[in-house]
C-alpha cells in the first residue's frame, strides 16, 4: 500500500482531519519546501479517496523577522531591515507587495501548477485577528514551565531569570528580532529592544510596555508552531529532517503540546531532505534550485512525480545534468503503463497521485523523452514535433538538450564531410555506397533499420562498424542516433552525394 493511503487509513476513523504544512518566505523559497507541500497534499488526496472529512492549510510565517540577507538581494537597500518583520520589508521587484508576499506567492504558484491546493493562512492574520491570543497568554503564563522543556528537551538552553516566550514589535525602531519582554503582568508586558541580544540585527535600546495581543509581537518559533497546530485544530502535520532530529524543534513542540497546550500532538510525517547534485540547498545563500527554477525545466506532473514517487522517508537527490531527466521521464512513462494495462498497483498508484487534477488522468505521450531529444536536431522532421501529442515535451526536451545534455546525446549534420570519415574502412565504404543506393526505394523506419543491419551482415562488418560508417559519414561521431530515423529525415540526393563523396575519401 502506497504510505499516504496507509496513513489515511490509520486515521480514518478519528473524526475530521486538518492536514497542514507552513513555511518562512525569507528568500526565494527552494525546492526542498516543495516536497514538504507536495507530501501533505498526498495525505489529503488519500483523505479525500477514503471519504474522509478533511482540511489542508499552509501556514506562511510572514511575522517572522528578516534574520539574514540573501546573496540575490541588494545588500545596502535590505540591511536596515535585518530584524523587521517580513511582511513589513518592501518587496525587491517596488511593488506594493511586502517581502513576504512576493517571495510566498511565487512559491504559491509553483505548488498550485502541481495540484496542490490548500487554503493560505499568513501567520501575520493569525496574530492580528486575535485567533492566537488565547495561546500567547497560556505560554506567558507558563514561561517557566516552557523553559523547563527546552531544557529538558534539547539540553541546550540554561534556564533564565525574567524570560518570557514572547517578541514585541518595537514601537521605535519596528524590529522584533531584537526585543526581549522582561515582566508580565496578565495583560501587559514590559520590553527592551537590546543593541546586542542577537548577532545578525542591532536595537535601539527602547523600552516600553504593550498588550502582547492582535499582532503586537510574536511567539518564538519552538512554542509558535504549537500555538498554530492548537489554534487551528491541527491533525497531521510533518517537517523536514533537521527539525525531526531528536531533542530538536519537533520533540520541543510535542513536549509544549502535551504539558502546556493540553492538546494531541499532531500525526508526524518527518520526510527526508530534497538535494540538489547531493546538497542540500540553502534559501538565504542562494543555494540550490528555486521550486520556481525546477518548475521550468520539468513539466508539472513529472515535477510532481519526482516526489511521489519517492518515499518521505527517502531523500531525493535531483541532478539535471546527464541522463536524470530522460530516465526520469521514462520512469513516468512505466508508471503510467501499469496503470492503463491494471499491472503493479504500487507504480500504478504513484501513477495516479501523481496527475494534477485527479478527475483528469493523463496518457503521456507514445513517444519516449530522449526519441525526441534526437528528433529536435534531425531537419526533416520539424513537422512532426509540432503535432499536440508531444508539443509540451518537445519543449522540455529542448531545454534538457540546451542546458544538461552531455555532448554524446547532442549532435548535427556536418554541411560539408567530417574529416572522421577518414578512418572508415573498404567495407564500410561499400556499405554507404549501399545504402545510397537503397534510397531510391520507400522505406518505414523500423524496415530500414533492419535493412542497414543486413547490408552490414552481408560485408561481414559488426552492427557497431556499420552504424558508425554512417555516424561518421554524417555527423563526424562514432555514436549517434537511431540511423535509420537519422537518414530518413534527411533529403535524399543530399545523403546519397554526402555517403560517394564518404566512400571516394581517401
Not at 510574536?218 to 527539525?243: F, H, M, N, Q, Y
Request: contains cysteine; glycine residues 6%.
Amino acid at each position: 500500500m502506497f504510505w499516504a493511503d496507509r496513513i489515511a487509513q490509520e486515521l480514518k476513523n478519528k473524526g475530521p482531519q486538518w492536514v497542514d504544512d507552513m513555511k518562512t518566505p525569507s528568500g526565494r523559497i527552494h525546492v526542498g519546501a516543495l516536497r514538504g507541500v507536495i507530501i501533505h497534499d498526498l495525505v489529503f488526496r488519500a483523505f479525500k479517496d477514503l471519504k474522509v472529512k478533511a482540511k489542508y492549510s499552509y501556514v506562511i510565517d510572514n511575522h517572522d523577522p528578516m534574520d539574514s540577507l540573501p546573496v540575490y538581494l541588494d545588500q545596502k537597500k535590505y540591511a536596515p531591515y535585518i530584524g523587521v518583520p517580513l511582511n513589513k520589508i518592501p518587496a525587491p521587484d517596488g511593488s506594493k507587495k511586502s517581502f513576504a508576499q512576493y517571495f510566498a506567492e511565487e512559491f504559491i504558484d509553483v505548488f498550485k501548477k502541481l495540484g496542490a491546493n490548500p487554503e493560505i493562512i499568513w501567520a501575520w492574520d493569525l496574530y492580528t485577528s486575535g485567533k492566537m491570543d488565547d495561546a500567547i497568554k497560556i505560554a506567558l503564563d507558563n514561561a517557566e514551565k516552557i523553559q523547563d522543556i527546552y531544557q529538558k528537551v534539547s539540553g541546550s538552553k540554561k534556564k533564565e531569570t525574567g524570560w518570557y516566550p514572547f517578541q514585541v514589535i518595537c514601537q521605535k525602531c519596528g524590529k522584533v528580532g531584537t526585543t526581549k519582554v522582561t515582566a508580565w503582568d496578565g495583560k501587559e508586558v514590559s520590553y527592551e529592544c537590546l543593541l546586542d541580544l542577537v548577532k545578525w540585527a542591532k536595537g535601539c535600546s527602547h523600552k516600553g510596555k504593550i498588550s502582547p495581543f492582535s499582532g503586537t509581537g510574536k511567539l518564538p518559533w519552538k512554542v509558535e508552531w504549537p500555538a498554530v497546530w492548537r489554534t487551528l485544530g491541527i491533525t497531521v502535520e510533518g517537517e523536514g529532517k533537521d527539525l525531526a532530529s531528536r531533542g530538536g524543534a519537533r520533540d520541543t513542540a510535542g513536549e509544549i503540546c502535551r504539558q502546556i497546550f493540553k492538546i494531541r500532538l499532531p500525526y508526524d510525517i518527518p520526510y527526508e531532505h530534497f538535494l540538489i547534485g547531493g546538497k542540500k540547498m540553502s534559501t538565504s545563500r542562494g543555494f540550490g534550485a528555486s521550486a520556481s527554477e525546477m518548475a521550468e525545466i520539468l513539466p508539472p506532473e513529472i515535477l510532481r512525480f519526482l516526489m511521489v514517487k519517492t518515499n518521505y522517508r527517502e531523500a531525493i537527490n535531483f541532478d539535471p545534468q546527464g541522463e536524470t531527466i530522460p530516465h526520469l521521464f521514462d520512469e513516468y512513462d512505466r508508471c503510467a503503463q501499469e496503470f492503463f494495462s491494471k499491472g503493479n498497483p504500487e507504480m500504478a498508484r504513484i501513477f495516479e497521485l501523481s496527475q494534477i487534477d485527479s478527475q483528469k488522468l493523463k496518457r503521456p505521450p507514445t513517444v519516449r523523452f530522449s526519441q525526441l531529444t534526437q528528433w529536435i536536431q534531425m531537419p526533416n522532421l520539424t513537422p512532426k514535433l509540432k503535432e499536440p501529442a508531444i508539443a509540451e515535451r518537445v519543449r522540455y526536451a529542448k531545454i534538457w538538450l540546451e542546458k544538461y545534455a552531455p555532448e554524446e546525446k547532442k549532435f548535427s549534420i556536418r554541411e560539408n564531410l567530417p574529416k572522421e570519415a577518414k578512418v572508415l574502412s573498404s567495407r564500410q565504404k561499400d556499405l554507404l555506397l549501399k545504402i545510397g543506393q537503397e534510397l531510391t526505394k520507400k522505406w518505414g523506419a523500423e524496415e530500414f533499420q533492419n535493412r542497414i543491419y543486413q547490408v552490414g551482415k552481408d560485408l561481414n562488418l559488426s552492427s557497431t562498424e556499420t552504424f558508425q560508417a554512417i555516424y561518421l559519414a554524417l555527423l563526424g561521431k562514432d555514436h549517434g542516433p537511431k540511423a535509420s530515423w537519422l537518414i530518413l529525415s534527411l533529403e535524399k540526393n543530399f545523403v546519397q552525394k554526402r555517403f560517394k563523396e564518404a566512400a571516394k575519401n581517401i
